[in-house]
């Protein structure tokens, strides 16, 4: 069993629809919870950064954590076609040193359709 | 300013040749890695560097040599290539501060014949 799982998708939704893209882990150990964005052919950037439980909400973005469940989600409100990607969620014990090793999920494939 | 920029952009080997892929950074960061990406695995480490002059290896570091030459190169060599390295390879930089948001570069896509 993978330590991060993730659900590969596709996900399709209509334009202006919220989307909610989830990850569940296995290490109780985690405490940063990161989402990136990858477009085709590119590589991921940072989109959300969250440590410990709760909410962090930026523009049409939320990221949720729930430790005692041991899942995150992420949220698009109005989702626009511009928002077509691979989702990836990343978590770490700890950002002290260089070796802490981000574990990735495999990545959700989101399309938002005009 | 570019970033993290990784040559070359595809590349295509026959089993048991080598290969360096390059990677370059001018954000100033002390911490280089190389991942791989394979599709519904995400992306696993290869090897990592914290500083010039220091390498460690990841998760999947079989098959693969790395040098740190300076602060901003950071390389990643393939002895004899084989067809389970068939991937996309990023590098990725990391700053100091909580927000620990790695800078990824565009990618190396390799297939190996």
């Known amino acids: 069993q993978k330590e991060v799982e993730q659900d590969p998708g596709p996900l399709s939704v209509p334009e202006g629809a919220i989307v909610s893209l989830n990850c569940t882990y296995s290490n109780s150990a985690f405490q940063y919870f990161m989402w990136y964005r990858q477009y085709s052919r590119k590589g991921p950037e940072l989109l959300m950064y969250t440590y410990s439980s709760g909410n962090k909400e930026d523009g049409r973005f939320t990221a949720q954590v729930d430790k005692s469940s041991k899942y995150i989600s992420l949220f698009i409100r109005d989702s626009q076609p511009s928002d077509s990607a691979t989702y990836l969620c990343a978590m770490t014990v700890s950002t002290q040193n260089a070796g802490n090793m981000l574990t990735f999920g495999g990545g959700t494939r989101l399309m938002v359709k005009p | 300013n570019a970033g993290v920029t990784q040559t070359p952009k595809f590349q295509v080997l026959k089993t048991g040749q080598s290969m360096t892929l390059q990677c370059a950074q001018d954000m100033n960061h002390n911490s280089m890695y190389w991942y791989r990406q394979d599709p519904g695995m995400g992306l696993r480490l290869i090897y990592y560097?914290?500083?010039?002059?220091?390498?460690d290896k990841g998760e999947v570091p079989n098959g693969y040599n790395v040098s740190r030459l300076n602060k901003r190169e950071f390389s990643l060599r393939l002895e004899s290539a084989a067809p389970s390295q068939t991937s996309v390879y990023f590098c990725?930089?990391?700053?100091?501060?909580?927000?620990?948001?790695?800078?990824f570069g565009s990618g190396t896509r390799l297939t190996v014949v």
């Open positions: 990725a930089t990391r700053g100091t501060g909580r927000g620990y948001g790695y800078t």
């Open positions: 560097s914290a500083s010039e002059g220091t390498t």
